[in-house]
């Protein structure tokens, strides 16, 4: 599937072809979700929910979690995510066949492969982390235009006046 945009404007499409207003959209989604969430994250003000609440606007979008997640343009969203003694034992079969497998959404009555909460949390820990270096960065770049500014005064001397 080839991504239509960011998780933010896949969800105000598939909500306009239900023809849900943000509230409408909050009410089917439950858990206390407000308008106010709804257009936090059609304007990409959160980039990836949590899994309960990213499966829940799914639902509420009538359409499967790694549909959501595909038309976004998250990585591997179409592929299964195999629990580590089923792929344990696929390897001796077909380690390709267990990678090129595609992602079926679990139904409402079967629970989801513990495998996939663990991606949600590297998901998480990865933009958190995303997020620690983007900050480190612009830190040191503010702390470097200072230090050059102070080297540029420093070489023009006393009394220079600056260009």
Do not use: N
Request: glycine share 8%; hydrophobic share 40%.
């Amino acid at each position: 599937m080839v991504p239509s945009g960011t998780l933010g404007s896949v969800i105000r499409t598939r909500r306009c072809e239900l023809r849900l207003t943000q509230e409408e959209l909050a009410d089917r989604i439950g858990g206390g979700m407000r308008q106010s969430e709804i257009s936090r994250l059609e304007r990409d003000g959160v980039m990836l929910p949590r899994r309960a609440r990213l499966e829940a606007i799914a639902a509420a979008l009538q359409m499967p979690v790694g549909e959501l997640l595909a038309r976004s343009g998250w990585a591997g969203a179409d592929t299964v995510i195999v629990p580590v003694a089923t792929a344990t034992r696929a390897k001796s079969s077909s380690p390709a066949s267990v990678a090129s497998a595609h992602y079926s959404a679990p139904s409402r009555t079967e629970p989801a492969p513990a495998a996939v909460d663990d991606v949600f949390d590297r998901l998480h820990d990865a933009r958190a982390k995303a997020q620690q270096i983007i900050q480190t960065y612009h830190d040191l770049e503010t702390r470097t235009a200072g230090t050059m500014e102070t080297v540029e005064r420093t070489m023009r001397g006393p009394g220079a006046r600056a260009a």
